[in-house]
T-cell receptor, first 115, second 113 residues
Framework: DAGVTQSPTHLIKTRGQHVTLRCSPI?????VSWYQQVLGQGPQFIFQ???????GRGNFPDRFSARQFPNYSSELNVNALLLGDSALYLC??????????????FGEGSRLTVL | AQSVTQLGSHVSVSEGALVLLRCNYS??????LFWYVQYPNQGLQLLLK??????LVKGINGFEAEFKKSETSFHLTKPSAHMSDAAEYFC???????????FGQGTRLTINP
């Protein structure tokens, strides 16, 4: 079975541009979460979606947005890119909406470089 | 607010030696605790988790961790290191009903031949 797939794997943008990152969860998983991992740090929670509704949001500015589609895939959008947005963006899927009942399965990430 | 502190950003051990990666947490409610491993250019993989019940938790690849409430710790151990254990390890905390994990900054484990 396919795991969590993310695209693109690498991309380079310039300041002020916007970016769209895509994630396909494991088949049957209805929850998708997004994390930002800056080099040398642990992942930080950005969003969680379950059944196409936003269930949680981390401490990120409004430049960050996301959505989940009827097939449970998800997009993360970042507008007005800053140098500090350079990071590995990880998508994770799970069967359940909360962390005590659902193991998170992570994709390999999309590495964004902002110049 | 919940937080996780991993003591030592880099740990180096010899092949066959004991691996000990330290994790302390801060939580105002009963925590759920996790260890994830990240190999180069890969996503995170769950090693083990503690939610309720037995405080000694066994995970994959011979790793285990013990939840010590009095010490607010959840240290990860493996009796005998293998070269394939070289990776980045992350401790994380959550609680019932939560939608997110709070991660520590990670510990890079190097195995010397």
């Amino acid at each position: 079975d396919a795991g969590v797939t993310q695209s693109p794997t690498h991309l380079i943008k310039t300041r002020g541009q916007h970016v769209t990152l895509r994630c396909s969860p494991i088949s049957g998983h209805k929850s998708v979460s997004w994390y930002q991992q800056v080099l040398g740090q642990g992942p930080q929670f950005i969003f969680q979606y379950y059944e196409k509704e936003e269930r949680g949001r981390g401490n990120f500015p409004d430049r960050f947005s996301a959505r989940q589609f009827p097939n449970y895939s998800s997009e993360l959008n970042v507008n007005a890119l800053l140098l500090g947005d350079s990071a590995l963006y990880l998508c994770a899927s799970s069967l359940a909406t909360d962390t005590n009942t659902g193991e998170l399965f992570f994709g390999e990430g999309s590495r964004l470089t902002v110049l | 607010a919940q937080s996780v502190t991993q003591l030592g950003s880099h740990v180096s051990v010899s092949e066959g030696a004991l691996v000990l990666l330290r994790c302390n947490y801060s939580s105002s409610v009963p925590p759920y605790l996790f260890w994830y491993v990240q190999y180069p250019n890969q996503g995170l993989q769950l090693l083990l988790k503690y939610t309720t019940g037995a405080t000694l938790v066994k995970g994959i690849n011979g790793f285990e961790a013990e939840f010590k409430k009095s010490e607010t710790s959840f240290h990860l151990t493996k009796p005998s290191a293998h070269m394939s254990d070289a990776a980045e390890y992350f401790c994380a905390v959550s609680f019932q009903g939560a939608q997110k994990l709070v991660f520590g900054q990670g510990t890079r484990l190097t195995i010397n031949p």
